[in-house]
């Protein structure tokens, strides 16, 4: 396969969420979702005044997460299938060069 198409594959666990990068500042769900936990334990703690503008943050943040995540995913699913119908127009390619080279040596022999 030609080093155009061998694409890496990142750990997922360790992608950033945030920048897509690896390492640094990774966050995992696994992570987001005891900080999430924290935080709302956080919030338990505060006056009740202030606690109904603090959650409706809280629960805005899980929401543009899981926004978040499912467009990534969308992104991902888009990107495995671009790379095998370029493998495929790859393969395709090839084969005709192999079938147009066996036609010619074919030809040249009669």
């Known amino acids: 396969m030609p080093?155009?198409?061998?694409?890496p594959q990142p750990d997922l666990a360790?992608?950033?969420?945030?920048?897509?990068?690896e390492g640094g500042n990774a966050?995992?769900?696994e992570a987001f979702r005891?900080?999430?936990k924290e935080l709302?334990?956080?919030i338990d703690q505060l006056p009740a005044d202030q606690q109904p503008r603090l959650r409706i943050l809280a629960e805005e943040t899980?929401?543009?997460?899981?926004?978040?995540?499912?467009?990534?995913?969308?992104?991902?699913?888009?990107l495995d299938d671009w790379r095998l119908r370029a493998k495929y127009k790859l393969?395709?390619?090839?084969a005709g060069v192999r079938e147009r080279?066996?036609?010619?040596?074919?030809?040249?022999a009669d």
């Not at 393969?91 to 090839?94: A, K, V």
């Open 101 to 108: 080279q066996q036609d010619r040596e074919d030809y040249e």
């Open 62 to 78: 899980l929401a543009r997460y899981r926004t978040n995540k499912a467009n990534i995913d969308q992104a991902r699913a888009a």
């Open 40 to 42: 709302n334990a956080q």
């Open 27 to 29: 966050m995992t769900e």
């Open 34 to 36: 005891l900080r999430l």
């Open 3 to 7: 080093a155009c198409l061998a694409f």
């Open 14 to 21: 360790t992608v950033s969420v945030a920048t897509g990068t």
């Open 91 to 94: 393969f395709d390619t090839e």
